[in-house]
């Protein structure tokens, strides 16, 4: 397929998609956060413990006793955030709950243009949506590609 007809299927995808960035787009506009910057790194999962959840970054560890907040943080080191707005333990689960939607609505879309394109088709469109909103990179690092 040619390039144009590419972009315009990225760009079809994110309009109907309305995916916002990660996580400022979903964050209250009139509300103060902390800031803190996060480890950034290329090998990103969570895992439980006993009574709490592990991000890991690259090897390096961070406890986190709320689920709501481990995943807040691990969609961040995902996109590559090096630093970010952090809301109370309360609103991350609704600013996760909001964002997850989005993001559930934009998978599926994905996954039917995934069944109807050449692969290496896929693969620039991945690029492109990752480039105008690296809130992508959330899909594509789940899917394992």
């Not at 952090?86 to 709950?97: A, F, H, I, N, R």
């Not at 949506?129 to 959330?138: F, G, Q, T």
């Amino acid at each position: 397929m040619d390039e144009i007809f590419i972009k315009r299927k990225a760009d079809s995808v994110l309009n109907e998609a309305g995916m916002g960035l990660f996580p400022d787009d979903y964050l209250q506009k009139d509300s103060n956060y902390r800031e803190i910057e996060i480890p950034q790194g290329r090998d990103v999962f969570l895992y439980r413990e006993t009574e709490g959840v592990n991000l890991v970054i690259d090897g390096n560890k961070i406890y986190f006793n709320e689920r709501h907040m481990a995943k807040y943080f691990f969609y961040c080191a995902v996109i590559g955030h090096k630093r970010i707005r952090v809301p109370d333990v309360l609103e991350s689960g609704e600013v996760l709950k909001r964002f997850e939607s989005d993001l559930q609505r934009a998978s599926s879309i994905i996954m039917d243009l995934r069944k109807k394109m050449f692969i290496q088709d896929f693969y620039k469109m991945q690029e492109m949506l990752e480039s105008a909103n690296p809130s992508y990179k959330i899909i594509f690092y789940e899917w394992n590609d």
